[in-house]
């Protein structure tokens, strides 16, 4: 069965953006799965404009996104899911690379996070 592409529209979840960039960096994200190499790509290519975050994800289940839910939940609420015509260009997203964003959101969470003493 072909792949269908999919216009996914979300919101980051608060507080995860940490684990998702780390998710995004080292890899861990849908570890084994089939379509692991496909959603690691397609999130690093999202694009973030105010607080909506949206991608191109191609998927092959009968329902959309249905084994990729799995994975996308841990991190996002999914708002709007679209078709996309397989034969008209992907669309231009707006807004900046995801990734781009949660190193700002991390290093700007870091930089005022409050003191913690180190313990021996």
Same mark, same amino acid.
């Given at each position: 069965m072909a792949?269908?592409?999919?216009? @996914? !529209?979300? *919101?980051?979840i608060p507080g995860l953006e %940490?684990?998702?960039? *780390?998710?995004? !960096?080292d890899g861990s994200l849908a570890r084994g799965k089939v379509y692991e190499r496909q959603?690691?790509?397609a999130? =690093?290519? $999202?694009? @973030?404009?105010? =607080?909506? @975050?949206r991608w191109v !994800? $191609?998927?092959?289940?009968?329902? /959309?996104?249905? $084994?990729e839910r799995q994975d996308l939940d841990q991190f996002f609420l999914i708002q709007r899911v679209r078709v996309i015509d397989a034969d008209? /260009? =992907? /669309?231009?997203?707006?807004?900046?690379?995801? /990734?781009? %964003?949660?190193?700002d959101i991390v290093a700007e969470a870091t930089r005022f996070a409050p003191y913690e003493p180190r313990r021996p």
């Open positions: 792949d269908n592409l999919y216009l @996914v !529209e979300a *919101q980051l %940490t684990d998702l960039l *780390q998710a995004l !960096e959603m690691q790509q999130l =690093r290519g $999202a694009k @973030v404009d105010g =607080r909506t @975050v !994800e $191609a998927c092959h289940c009968a329902s /959309p996104l249905a $084994a008209a /260009p =992907r /669309p231009d997203l707006p807004g900046r690379d995801l /990734p781009d %964003t949660l190193r």
